[in-house]
């Protein structure tokens, strides 16, 4: 059997051409569509660490903040025990028993106290009834050692205070015993000079 191909050249051609052309885009659609697995494979990975990365997140900011409370409540811990232990070194340290009682021994009969009160170096004087009212509350209890005591009283005249003052000078229980307030005020059907004595150890 004899072909006659009665096609020219140039449409022989062409049509080789396409047929190439086709071929290179399929070859082309193929390694396209294998190169694109491994990227897809890759970006899924990349969304479930994301994922995970989200997670986490919060739990690492859970973790930070148990830590913050453990040193705060650590603290607060140690600062308790170091209170306790101060307060008993106080306590074993001065005999405040002792030293109510010789204080009691100095007082005159013209003399009758209404307050003793301690306090600290760093707050020396005498706090006021509305600045104890300004006070914040809830705050922990620091027990500092005493400086000193603050003494509040009357007296029916100031020659029996500065017996007081004089008395408790020679008890030798105190560094310095000073005046701080003196001034008369009535009390019951007459007046009497009410004071306030700062003594220091």
């Excluded at 086709?22 to 994922?51: E, H, M, T, Y």
């Excluded at 074993?92 to 009691?104: N, P, T, V």
Aim: with cysteine; proline share 5%.
């Amino acid at each position: 059997m004899i072909s006659v191909n009665l096609l020219s050249p140039t449409v022989t051609f062409r049509r080789r051409q396409k047929a190439r052309v086709r071929v290179w885009l399929i070859v082309v659609a193929v390694v396209a569509g294998l190169s694109a697995i491994p990227l897809g494979a890759d970006l899924i990975k990349s969304a479930q660490a994301a994922a995970l990365r989200r997670q986490v997140e919060p739990l690492n900011a859970n973790v930070a903040d148990a830590r913050n409370r453990l040193d705060k409540v650590s603290a607060e811990c140690r600062n308790l025990t170091t209170q306790l232990a101060r307060a008993d070194a106080l306590r074993a340290k001065r005999d405040w028993a002792g030293l109510l009682q010789l204080i009691a021994g100095q007082i005159p009969p013209q003399v009758w106290l209404d307050s003793l009160e301690t306090f600290t170096a760093e707050a020396p004087s005498r706090p006021t009834g509305s600045a104890r009212n300004k006070q914040p509350k809830n705050q922990n209890v620091v027990i500092p050692g005493p400086a000193g005591m603050h003494i509040v009283g009357y007296a029916t005249d100031n020659d029996w205070l500065y017996e007081f003052m004089s008395r408790l000078k020679l008890t030798g229980a105190f560094r310095t015993v000073e005046l701080t307030m003196a001034g008369r005020v009535p009390v019951l059907q007459g007046a009497a000079v009410r004071f306030s004595l700062t003594c220091t150890w």
